[in-house]
């Protein structure tokens, strides 16, 4: 099983452009808001909200931490929203991108957390490099990710590199 992410075109572009600033070789991140439409199995996206600096509790170049105030911020509003949660962040210095062992022990923690507060709705997550990107959801009542396949921006189709669900078929995120 698979998912895939449909938004606007201007959307995907404020976020590649917010990800990859010039001269700034620290991860960004961002969330989108969605809709998630069962008999497609794809996301739907309504909102992007991009972070900044205050909304982090560490933003290094390898690594993102969200505040309290920021998680309890983004849950309220996807809650009053009655949205799904689509976590965005980049790896800057990776060209076949991946999601690493710190966002695999991030999603330990945070998934089961959120996708609780907001009644089981599914929930994706994407890493963007800077001529790919990867992803993973939880949908359904499944404890078990499953792949994003791709991002639809309008007539393309962005196909994800899969290397993060063929990390986690070697084994690789079973060190943590």
């Keep these: 099983m698979s998912v895939s992410i449909s938004m606007q075109g201007d959307t995907f572009a404020d976020i590649q452009r917010h990800l990859f600033p010039k001269g700034d070789w620290r991860e960004q991140g961002g969330f989108l808001f969605s809709r998630f439409d069962e008999d497609k199995q794809e996301f739907v996206v309504i909102e992007w909200l991009p972070l900044t600096g205050s909304d982090y509790a560490f933003q290094e170049k390898d690594y993102l931490e969200l505040s309290d105030s920021t998680r309890a911020s983004l849950i ?3 809650h009053d929203m009655q949205a ?3 976590e965005i962040h980049c790896h800057p210095g990776q060209f076949k991108v991946a999601f690493s062992l710190a966002d695999w022990m991030g999603f330990h923690e945070f998934v089961p957390h959120i996708r609780w507060r907001l009644a089981n709705r599914p ?3 994407l890493v963007f490099g800077h001529e790919c990107v990867d992803g993973f959801a939880w949908v359904g ?3 078990l990710l499953v792949n994003v396949k791709g991002i639809s921006v ?6 994800t590199t899969g290397n993060s669900m063929n990390a986690l078929s070697r084994g690789f995120y079973e060190k943590i």
């Design 84 to 86: 799904s949660l689509i």
């Design 154 to 159: 309008g007539k393309a189709f962005y196909a």
């Design 141 to 143: 009542e499944q404890k």
């Design 76 to 78: 309220k509003k996807a």
């Design 123 to 125: 929930y994706a997550a």
